[in-house]
């Protein structure tokens, strides 16, 4: 029997913990105060270390909050971030995506920086100047920078933010084993999506949608030890997905993953969703990680690395390439499949379309099919937002605001 | 150099692989291909500062691959090639060909086209007489960023 309008909008029979209004994925001031509660404060991956591996090397990266950021290594081999902002009239300083740069000179009025930060040189300074304004003035703003659980290069905008560690609890503790040796990026491409950020992180969160992908059906849910996969939730809004053992070799035209990963029995796979917008993903051979960039309340650009070894061969890295491109690469089985899931929320959820409520509401003891993952993260939203995602705007009825899943 | 009559085979091969592969006819497609046929997509990111490979496939690969797809979820939206051929150089037994690659996307509903990659094939050609093969095929992305994505190769 199908639902009139009154009973499409009656809340579900859940507790309020298991489902959420959809609107918080398509209204404006919503997303605005995510970007200042939730990216503003957070740590954030800005790129990884072998980006920049050579003293001088820069990277580029537009911080979820909107602000544009360079992260850089300097003569002293330590990471800085800075705002790519020139403090003279507010020019871009650096406009190409990578690159390494002894010394930032802004292209508008040829004022230079060293990788420290510092102004090294303003043109005409005396003339102009006098002694009212000089170089110690026109410092670039530094921000936050700490490079690890993986090589990689977190930023964090704000001054008195706790700091890394301390913001990620024990949420890498499963994944530090595998993370001990150095890596490198083989792989980055970039999603432009008409969907609402958290439903990419919701995808990374839950596995019931296992049935969209053949792939997985087939080696995983199939195979033995699929449903004793657990969820763990870690304070901050972090969570983690226990390992189960993959059977590739059930996909026509994979096979037995030959390289693996140090210390990962054959077929693992580990994941760590990172509040409030990343992914670690660790399978096999290859570590992926999901970067979620809002742009909009329907709008996102998600970034996509793939890792292996420094020290791979070329063998080994064409192995661990080919398992990426299977089921992550832009024209892998999986990946496209979540992003048309998304999409497909994006067209669903967006103003207008009537979209009601979002069910988080499955209980099974926390394993793979539990929708916990997703509650967890939407206790934290709530604590950080100060909203309750099941009545954002206060209609409903009165409950406090819950920290807890 | 490659005579007119070569030439003129060689770009019909190059468009009847497009041909193929928009009216998602693998098995034709494949039929234009050597046996030791070799396909791969590979672009460069400025980001990383690295090529990339992001598919790459032997002729059995690619068979299963195309036998694959079907059995997955995907966009439905036609997608049509546009390939050009600009050069034509032939060697000892065989031709490198570059054409130029345009990819357009067709929304099912209401069937608005837009531009979803551009590129280049780099073909290498085997001359047999009359039965022309593709021995190797390189697409050379320019375009990175493609939305959701796709399943079927270029």
């Known amino acids: 029997m199908s639902k009139n309008a009154e009973q499409w909008q009656a809340r579900p029979n859940f507790p309020s913990t298991h489902y959420v209004d959809a609107r918080i994925y398509s209204d404006q001031q919503i997303f605005e105060e995510e970007k200042e509660k939730l990216f503003r404060p957070a740590w954030i991956i800005a790129c990884h270390e072998s980006e920049i591996s050579a003293a001088f090397d820069y990277r580029l990266f537009t911080h979820p909050a909107g602000v544009p950021l360079i992260a850089v290594r300097g003569d002293d081999n330590k990471v800085r971030a800075f705002y790519n902002i020139c403090p003279h009239r507010g020019n871009t300083l650096l406009y190409d995506p990578a ?16 990788t420290r930060g510092a102004c090294t040189d303003i043109s005409r300074a005396e003339q102009g100047y006098q002694d009212r304004f000089c170089k110690e003035d026109a410092s670039l703003r530094e921000v936050r920078c700490e490079v690890g659980f993986g090589g990689f290069v977190w930023v964090n905008i704000t001054d008195d933010a706790p700091p890394l560690a301390e913001f990620l609890g024990g949420a890498m503790d499963i994944l530090a084993p595998f993370l001990e040796e150095p890596l490198e990026v083989f792989h980055f491409h970039k999603a432009h999506v008409c969907t609402n950020f958290k439903l990419w992180h919701d995808t990374n969160s839950e596995f019931y949608h296992d049935y969209l992908h053949y792939f997985n059906r087939i080696t995983g849910m199939m195979q033995p030890g699929y449903f004793e996969r657990k969820y763990t939730g870690f304070p901050n809004g972090h969570a983690t997905v226990g390992s189960m053992q ?15 990963w140090p210390g990962l029995a054959p077929g693992g796979w580990f994941m760590v969703d990172v509040f409030p917008g990343m992914t670690y993903n660790l399978r ?11 742009l909009g309340p329907n709008e996102a650009l998600i970034e996509f690395r793939g890792l292996g070894l420094k020290r791979d061969t070329p063998e080994e890295r064409a192995e661990r390439i080919f398992d990426h491109n299977m089921i992550w690469g832009p024209f892998g089985r999986n990946l496209h499949e979540d992003l048309l899931a998304v999409h497909g929320q994006g067209r669903g959820l967006r103003t207008g379309t009537d979209a009601r409520w979002i069910l988080q509401g499955r209980e099974e003891n926390s394993t793979i099919h539990d929708e916990i993952g997703m509650r967890h993260y939407y206790a934290e939203w709530a604590r950080r937002m100060g909203r309750a995602p099941f009545d954002p705007f206060r209609e409903g009825k009165s409950e406090p605001v819950r920290a807890v899943a | 150099m490659a005579n007119p009559e ?9 468009y009847r692989s497009c041909l193929a592969l928009d009216d998602r006819d693998f098995k034709g497609f494949l039929a234009l291909c050597e046996e030791d046929f070799h396909y791969s997509i590979t672009t460069y990111s400025p980001e990383i500062r690295k090529d990339m490979v992001w598919l790459d496939h032997d002729r059995k690969g690619l068979d299963t ?4 797809l079907p059995r997955h979820n995907s966009d439905h939206s036609p997608i049509t090639r546009h390939a050009t051929v600009y050069t034509v150089d032939v060697g000892d037994g065989t031709a490198t060909v570059v054409s130029a690659l345009q990819v357009f996307r067709t929304q099912l509903d209401g069937g608005a086209s837009e531009l979803f990659a551009v590129g280049r094939f780099h073909d290498t050609v085997k001359l047999n007489g009359a039965g022309l093969k593709l021995a190797k095929r390189v697409v050379k992305l320019d375009t990175r960023l493609l939305g959701y994505g796709y399943h079927i190769p270029f």
């Open chain 2, 6 to 14: 070569q030439r003129q085979a060689i770009e019909e091969l190059v």
């Open chain 1, 246 to 260: 993959i059977k590739y070799d059930k996909y026509e035209g994979s096979k037995e993953r030959a390289v693996g």
């Open chain 1, 99 to 114: 690159g390494n740069a002894k010394r930032v000179t802004c292209i508008f009025h040829q004022w230079s920086f060293d």
């Open chain 1, 284 to 294: 096999t051979s290859v570590l992926r990680m999901d970067t979620a960039i809002p």
């Open chain 2, 65 to 68: 691959l195309l036998t694959n």
